[in-house]
């Protein structure tokens, strides 16, 4: 699925009504009475920073609605010995483990506590809620690639008003590494791969925008493709070839002012040939470089 998340109308029309949930705090909640034992407790069931509970009917109210008024909930519902929760809640856990304390995992096991994923409208598992301020506001069913499920927590955490750093993708890593070793077919493949989970990802587009570059100006020998360029101001496959050279050269503003010029004095295919080769190098540097941020602007300019 492209997008996990369940559109939030849902909740407005009063699809999940936690108000019956609202009862008086269990007796373990209660001013001098001693807390339960057993994973319903409330306690975390794993140490360091993680926040994992598993939840009942009676500890939902402490343990879902309370903390999420403070801490961003996320609520899972699975049941053992279903595969696709078997396998999914082990993820879960593992990034609350890497969230250092920054959102509870709460566990439903929903042949346990059919009620609560009947106020949930759960109507097959593995399901995912996050509950934040006490009311649920996004949710998603079904199995999710671990990239699109980090991008769904950090949104998560957002609504919640947490700010966490952007988690390091050890596949960039990878791929990156094989960019710089010139095997530019296994890092088209990382790259494309990471894509395909995340189609937003600047840093993957980075650098398949960064590949087409490299196999562009393979063998070319960058004086001559320069001269060529200066010779033909109109040519447009030695103009794109000189950008491309000026990129890898630290030149880029210089490679964007050319192509921008270009832009100018061509028309129909070749303009859009070479606009869409400009946003390319555009992309490798990032929106947020002002030479991007110029160019962009002068692009425009050139187009209307």
Known sequence: MSDPRITSSIFTRGAVDLSTLRGPAPASTRPGTPPQSGPSNGAPTAGGDTAIVDVTEATIQSDVLERSMATPVVVFFGAAGFPESDEFAPVLERLNAEGGGTWVLARVDVQENPRIAQMFRVQGIPMVYA??????????????????????????????????????????????????????????????????????????????????????????????????????????????????????????????????????????????TVRQHLVSLFSIAGPDDPAVASARRALASALF
């Open 131 to 272: 509950v934040v301020g006490g009311q649920p506001v996004d949710a998603f069913s079904g199995v999710v690639p671990e990239a699109q499920l980090r991008q769904w927590i950090q949104a998560v955490l957002k609504a919640g008003g947490v700010t966490v750093a952007e988690p390091e993708d050890p596949r960039l890593d990878e791929a990156d590494d094989a960019l710089m070793s010139g095997d530019l077919d296994a890092a088209e493949q990382a790259y494309r791969k990471i894509l395909a989970d995340a189609p937003a990802d600047a840093a993957a587009t980075a650098g398949l925008a960064q590949v087409g570059v490299a196999r562009r100006v393979a063998g070319a020998d960058p004086s001559a493709a320069l001269a060529a360029a200066e010779s033909a101001p109109d040519d447009v496959a030695a103009q794109l070839l000189a950008a491309d050279i000026e990129v890898l050269s630290g030149l880029a503003e210089q490679a964007y002012a050319r192509l921008v010029g270009l832009v100018r004095r061509t028309a129909g295919e070749d303009r859009e």
